[in-house]
């Protein structure tokens, strides 16, 4: 079978991402400290970053959540889990 490509890789790639995406449990809540922190859950760091990056309105941040978790939360949820005493995870911080 011949591989996709150009156009038609993009967006087998897309459609494979949003399969992915689906998987996860996506929504989730955690209360902290009497907050509520709404979180979107992926079990893949690069799916993480991808959902980060591609967010409209604003830089989200990804953080290491509990095992086997990534979380994708907003700036100031993210300041509120890091004061909590997750870790924040950057792509430079990020090493294969």
């Known amino acids: 079978m011949a591989q996709?490509?150009?156009?038609?890789?993009?967006a087998h790639?897309?459609?494979?991402?949003?399969?992915r995406c689906a998987r996860a449990d996506l929504n989730q809540t955690l209360?902290?400290?009497?907050?509520?922190?709404?979180?979107?859950?992926?079990?893949?760091?690069?799916?993480a970053f991808v959902a980060a990056e591609h967010h409209p309105g604003y830089a989200n941040h990804v953080i290491m959540g509990d095992c086997p978790?990534?979380?994708?939360?907003s700036p100031a949820d993210g300041q509120r889990l890091?004061?909590?005493g997750y870790?924040?995870?950057?792509r430079s911080s990020f090493t294969r």
């Open 87 to 90: 870790e924040m995870v950057t």
């Open 69 to 73: 978790w990534y979380w994708v939360v």
């Open 4 to 10: 996709p490509t150009g156009d038609l890789m993009y």
């Open 82 to 84: 890091e004061r909590a």
């Open 31 to 47: 209360e902290l400290n009497g907050r509520t922190i709404h979180i979107s859950a992926f079990l893949s760091l690069d799916l």
């Open 13 to 19: 790639k897309a459609a494979v991402f949003v399969e």
